[in-house]
């Protein structure tokens, strides 16, 4: 009898768990399918098609036997766990790393047998090092890092940047929690003074050095390679910055990539996005813009500024109402409070394994070491 192919699951299996890689893609589709069905999204247009293709199998990192597994229950998928693969450095050490994706699970067995074995077969398996972003250290794929015995360095710093005062009153769901809280905030709203007390706490002056110059791309060119060698050993860890890694992460067209020139030298490059929302459980309805990823000379603080500031001039003139980012390079911290930007709670955590005490304000980690930004 010929074995069965490999986009085929037993129907007859009560639970089976699959890795998958890219003769599995129609099985990966099958479960996003029948995810979306279950949330009553529409199916997959053939620009989304091409998107989930290139995040589950087309990683350049990407081992042959893939980086996905899927649960299935009497034969349908029925949840998801995937890795995206990306060399991190430490101290010149190159490391086998990446980081877990979200936990997906079709609604009606979220809790499941299927689930569950999906967590534990996963758990088996010992990964390297890795950079979590969750809405909680105790999520689901919070709780696999525990159970991979992954060692917890804290949470990676969290800003944000207020571009109108008045609507981020109205929106932030913070507010809104309490009765009387939220009748202050939005009566204060509908005032002149206290959205703009707000916005002029935030404001610096933003007006960019002589020589310095912005090109918008639509890939990252063979210069960034230039900057990514020349700024590798300026951080104690760093996850791969690359081009071949960069044309991968932010390949979509959510994201704005900018570089930043000084006397026609690159000096840094920033990727952007601006996210409008919907009843969003953090931030109401309001147009959010995520300060991505960057990569600049940390000892330049000037330099800094220059690359935080196109990315600010560029979502502000698209329409941010508030602007976000996380960073956890102390200086690069220091230069993007002096830019505007005010520290507030996170929950991006950080995780690795099989590497000694770091301290996370040494590493270079950003919003695009993980999946987060998909979540905005």
Request: aromatic share 10%; glycine share 8%.
């Amino acid at each position: 009898m010929a074995p069965k192919a490999n986009s085929e699951i037993a129907k007859d299996d009560p639970v089976s768990i699959q890795r998958c890689g890219d003769n599995e893609f129609p099985l990966i589709e099958r479960f996003w399918s029948r995810y979306r069905a279950a949330k009553g999204d529409p199916q997959m247009s053939a620009e989304e098609r091409r998107n989930l293709w290139a995040q589950e199998v087309g990683n350049p990192f990407q081992n042959g036997a893939g980086s996905c597994w899927l649960a299935s229950d009497l034969g349908e998928p029925v949840a998801h766990l995937s890795r995206s693969p990306c060399p991190a450095y430490h101290q010149g050490r190159t490391l086998d790393a990446g980081w877990w994706r979200d936990l997906f699970a079709v609604s009606d067995v979220a809790h499941g047998n299927a689930t569950a074995a999906l967590m534990l077969t996963v758990a088996r398996l010992n990964l390297g090092h890795a950079v979590l972003g969750t809405p909680g250290v105790e999520s689901q794929v919070g709780k696999l890092y525990r159970a991979l015995r992954f060692d917890y360095w804290g949470e990676v710093p969290f800003l944000y940047l207020v571009l109108h005062g008045s609507k981020l009153l109205r929106n932030l769901v913070v507010f809104k929690k309490n009765r009387a809280v939220f009748f202050a905030s939005n009566l204060a709203s509908r005032l002149y003074l206290p959205g703009k007390v707000l916005e002029l706490r935030h404001r610096r002056r933003d007006r960019s050095a002589a020589g310095v110059r912005i090109e918008h791309w639509r890939t990252f060119p063979a210069v960034a390679d230039d900057l990514w060698v020349r700024l590798l050993d300026r951080f104690t860890m760093v996850f791969d910055r690359s081009v071949t890694y960069l044309n991968w992460r932010y390949a979509e067209p959510c994201y704005e990539r900018v570089g930043v020139f000084l006397h026609d030298q690159l000096i840094g490059w920033v990727v952007s996005k601006l996210t409008a929302m919907n009843n969003n459980a953090y931030f109401g309805d309001l147009t959010v813009g995520t300060v991505v990823d960057l990569l600049v000379n940390p000892e330049q603080p000037a330099h800094v500024r220059e690359v935080l500031h196109a990315a600010v001039r560029s979502l502000a003139a698209g329409g941010a109402d508030v602007i976000v980012t996380n960073l956890s390079d102390r200086r690069l911290v220091a230069a993007a409070c002096v830019a505007g930007f005010i520290p507030g709670p996170s929950n991006y955590h950080f995780f690795t394994k099989n590497l000694p005490a770091l301290q996370i304000q040494d590493c270079h980690l950003t919003r695009g070491d993980s999946d987060g930004d998909r979540r905005l």
